[in-house]
């Protein structure tokens, strides 16, 4: 389906910050286009002017020169109060309001804008369901009772509640344990594919960017844009040694995540057994295996020739995984092949490690970075398909 | 899901959380109301004794003069008027002076302006209000005991609204312009309630600071209870004496006790 080029949503000219006092710009002519329903992430090293350039936007800072539009829209000539309220800020230390439960906090920018009662009361559960929390159990809570974790959910909460088109969010997963930031970074990804918000992202991690972003901005020093570009192209081309060094070692495996199992072709000439239909496609050769699955083949296990019960299936990937899962559950289980299914838990195919290993070479040799400099749908992930 | 890990980790004691905030209960907690409770029961008997052993003794005609109800209540009554005054006017200047003070932009002064409210508190105060009715001989004696526990009251008020205001935490203000609530709003519905606690230790310390030195306003001739004492001091009868400082040593201490009470009421929840 032909998609028209999304339209920027959040475009930046020539901004600069120099607070006062300061030797250097924090920002220094930042040219910059956010398109719309797309996560950018910032990245770079501390000090570089990630979280100025976020807050410019919203006006916490005012710039020094440069322009700011939101939406096609000069911000410079709004109230700044009223500007903010359309746009969703979440922030690390998540800034979560102790003394007002967690129902009051999603509800703040609902109130300023004058909901009604029931609506407040309406979105706020709507929310903490989305969030990932039974708005039974949390919403009359304070946020003190509430794990580090679940703070972050209530402060993206709190970001989304006026549904915004914008969001800002600086660190939001930053100061938790990697596990539940895996859980978070996933749970706001499929989020996003429903909501589709226009996202602005800071964090440290390059890790987290490629996984988050639709496009990095690789900050250097003094707020410059090292490089803008597609996580796929920035793993495979970095930009001079900076952007180079800063993305460090392990671009190859890194590279790996940007592919989900739904844009890999799978092999399938695994035998496969339905249970219950007899042993009429069981492979005959000793010591190969052949797949069990039920009448809706979903899979059950390996079935192996002479063998009474069938090997347990240690790990089966669905669409949404990566090719980085899938050489993690190998590498786990200690075996070449991971079973691949569609959406709905049927058996799709294989993927054997040589299948890995191809890809990598594909993509990794020089030449093979085709498509426009700045294509950026979420499909230009699939670098295996093109 | 965390309630329940919460629940099993300590099945032993589940009446020791207080439910609302977080907080300890069965130690502090219940400590806290048992002294809210024990504390005008104390000072109930203590009034009590002094009234049963100055109506035991015999008193001669000045004794009299100063140990009568009339009197007596009078000297309360201007004693608390004076202070009422005094701590509204301390709220009204210290509260809106820290707000005032710990804005960004006039955050340069609060030094110079701490400075000046620590020179207030750390002349002693009989020297105080005798400069003062010395300097200000054309006013009022009202008006210079007035300004004199003013002075000397608002420190506290104006330190502790300063350090209630910075303490709150930045994040939570920067949050909160972030997503919209203008200055006066942020000031309002969140650095305020979460200063509260903080503010209220202050204005029960000038509380307690201001009907101690009310005491004092009798060597001005401003009256209060502090003319009982020096009755007693310059009639040479130390019963009087004895009975006008217990009076005044009362009436300080259930100032306090009303403070922390309120400050108790008023912490907000959750924090
Ligand atoms: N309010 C301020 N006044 C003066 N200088 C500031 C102010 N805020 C930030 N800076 C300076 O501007 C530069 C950029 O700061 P900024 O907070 O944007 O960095 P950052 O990229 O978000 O860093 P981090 O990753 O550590 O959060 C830094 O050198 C910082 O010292
Ligand atoms: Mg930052």
Known sequence: MPESPPRPMIRLTGLTKHYPGQAEPAVDHLDLEVPEGEIVVFVGPSGCGKTTTMKLVNRLIEPTSGRIEIDGRDVTGVDPDRLRRGIGYAIQQTGLFPHRTVADNIATVPRLLGWGRERIAARVDELLAKVGLDPQTYRDRHPGRLSGGQQQRVGVARALAADPPVLLMDEPFGAIDPLTREALQEEFLRLQRDIRKTIVFVTHDIDEAVKMGDRIAIFGECGRVLQYDTPARILGEPAEGFVADFIGNGTNVRRLSLTRLCEVEVSDDRPVVVRGSGDGGCPTAPGSFALLVDRDRRPLGWAEPGQDRPLPLISHLGPEHTLHDALDAMLANNSDTVVVTDQDGRYRGTVEMATIQTHLHRVGGPGNEGGPVRGGERADRSIGTS | MSTATASTAAPVAPAARNGGNGRPVLGP????????????????????????????????????????????????????????????????????????????????????????????????????????????????????????????????????????LDQVDRSVVEAARGMGLSRLRVLWSIELPLAVPVMLAGIRTALVITVGTVALATFIGAGGLGDVISNGISSNRDLVLFAGSVLVAVLALTIDWLGALVEDLLRPRGV
């Open chain 2, 29 to 164: 907690y219940a400590v806290r109301w048992a002294r809210h409770l024990a504390t005008p029961v104390v000072l109930g008997l203590v009034l009590l004794g002094l009234y049963l052993y100055v109506g035991a003794q015999d008193l001669d005609r000045i004794e009299q003069r100063s140990l009568n109800a009339d009197y007596l209540l009078s000297r309360f009554g201007q004693h608390l008027w004076l202070s009422s005054v005094v701590v509204v006017l301390v709220l009204a200047i210290a509260i809106p002076l820290g707000v005032l003070l710990t804005r960004a932009r006039m955050r340069r002064y609060a030094g110079a302006v701490l400075a000046l409210a620590n020179i207030g508190q750390a002349t002693p105060s009989i020297g105080l209000i005798v400069l003062f009715a010395v300097v200000f001989l054309s006013w009022g004696i009202n008006t210079i005991a007035v300004v004199a526990f003013v002075t000397y009251g608002v420190l506290p008020v104006l330190r502790n609204t300063m350090v209630g």
